[in-house]
């Protein structure tokens, strides 16, 4: 018996509920982590809102949060299954099987994001409903042991001080299932592969004036550096020798390609800026970079579109992320590309491994759809891709801007000379 045991506070029911949610939440994560990192019960919530999001959030999302949206909003997600689980577990103390049924309730939630999703499979929603079992059984767990040591008085049932340990004991497992969940899900890197030597080599890249100039922007940006903007809350995981590449729709013949197969057609390398639509004057969002690829138009050729009443391309991820580019745009002689390689290595994974379309002079929005994996073929008419059902421009034109790298705005700069760039 412990003598004079402290009551436990009044606010531990909702820390139950909250740690029984969390370690929920991480053990659906390490599923997912295993499977396929975008069905994660969070993830697959938050992938769902931004589907739902109207365009104007999305802009101004990405205008007043930039690189951080997508962290808050996973965080803004969490913190919200976070207070309901707080609040399930006050209801757990005297209604057990009514918090159940809420937890049941929240499960069932990231299982319909995770199902919903374009690409959805059916194992798609395991990594939810293992968490719902996880977070029922552990807040039952931890409500049960609340009161065995409530009446502990004999050293027969634990006591409040072992139920305190014992629930910090659940957070830190839920943490580092969380961690490993993490780990699992952005592990896998780029397998070395050798890219083949372009056909058509770029030439000899200008020295940019960033080596004499503090400040000025290099003409190449690093992969490290180079923006992303997406709507994917966790980069995909593509195994190359799986993948495939189909043009289908309006053509003479479907085809499909493997990645050695567009490795071994005629390459060309070029150098292209890229940039997005939601880039302001003078914003972060444009990068260059030496892309090598196949030519659209040889990839295209494949399936035969000489006779193609087609006004469009309209492309697809692994994911089932939709992008359209206009035929005309795509097939006018500018260098237009199915890139496989960025700086003269295979594309990281953020920048759309192992395959990605380029196209110069649009809005990536519009023509420049990472991890594909189909092109259809089709008209406006017939079919819209995400952003064009969302009323947006379908040409996309990228609108010239320029910006002066140096001196920054508000800097204090010595007498003499002063180098603008």
């Not at 929240?106 to 079992?133: E, K, M, N, Q």
């Not at 550096?225 to 495939?244: G, I």
């Not at 890139?339 to 953020?350: D, K, S």
């Not at 990536?364 to 064009?388: D, F, H, N, P």
Request: include cysteine.
């Amino acid at each position: 018996m412990e003598p004079d045991q402290p009551a436990l506070p009044s606010w531990w029911p909702s820390a139950q509920g909250a740690v029984a949610v969390l370690l929920g939440l991480a053990t659906g994560h390490l599923v997912a982590g295993v499977t396929e990192p975008d069905t994660s019960p969070v993830l697959a919530v938050g992938s769902a809102a931004i589907d739902r999001s109207p365009p104007a959030l999305k802009e101004w999302a990405i205008r007043e949060l930039g690189t951080a949206d997508k962290p808050v909003l996973v965080g803004t997600v969490l913190l919200v299954v976070l207070a309901l689980g707080a609040a399930l577990g006050r209801v757990a103390v005297r209604r057990p099987s009514a918090a159940a049924a809420g937890l049941a309730g929240l499960a069932l939630v990231g299982a319909l994001a995770a199902a919903t999703r374009p690409a959805a499979g059916t194992l798609d929603v395991l990594p939810s409903l293992v968490a719902g079992a996880a977070s029922v059984a552990a807040l039952r767990w931890l409500v049960s042991a609340g009161r065995t040591g409530d009446r502990a008085t004999d050293g027969a049932g634990p006591s409040r001080r072992g139920v305190v340990l014992a629930t910090g004991a659940l957070a830190g497992a839920a943490v580092a299932g969380g961690a490993a969940g993490q780990w699992l899900a952005s592990s896998r890197a780029v397998p070395a592969i050798s890219l083949p030597t372009p056909a058509d080599p770029a030439p000899p890249f200008p020295a940019g004036l960033e080596r004499t100039v503090p400040g000025i922007t290099p003409l190449r940006t690093p992969p490290g550096e180079f923006y992303r903007v997406d709507t994917r809350l966790v980069v995909p995981r593509v195994d190359v020798d799986d993948w495939t590449l189909t043009i289908d729709g309006d053509v003479d013949r479907v085809v499909e390609i493997g990645f050695d197969d567009l490795a071994a057609m005629r390459l060309v390398e070029r150098d292209i800026t890229l940039t997005c639509v939601s880039n302001e004057v003078g914003g972060p969002y444009v990068g260059g970079a030496r892309w090598l690829g196949v030519p659209l138009r040889d990839v295209l050729d494949l399936a035969g579109i000489d006779g193609t009443a087609a006004d469009q391309v309209l492309s697809t991820d692994v994911g089932g992320m939709t992008i359209s580019t206009p035929l005309g745009v795509a097939l006018d002689g500018r260098d237009s590309l199915i890139a496989i390689g960025m700086n003269g290595a295979p594309l990281p994974r953020a920048h759309g491994f192992p395959a990605r379309m380029v196209v110069p002079g649009l809005y990536g929005y519009v023509g420049a759809c990472k991890w594909i994996s189909r092109m259809t073929l089709t008209t406006y008419a017939e079919q819209q891709a995400y952003w064009t059902e969302r009323d947006w421009a379908v040409d996309g034109p990228v609108k010239v801007s320029s910006r002066v790298d140096t001196p920054r705005p508000f800097s204090d700069q010595p007498p003499g000379r002063v180098a603008v760039g």
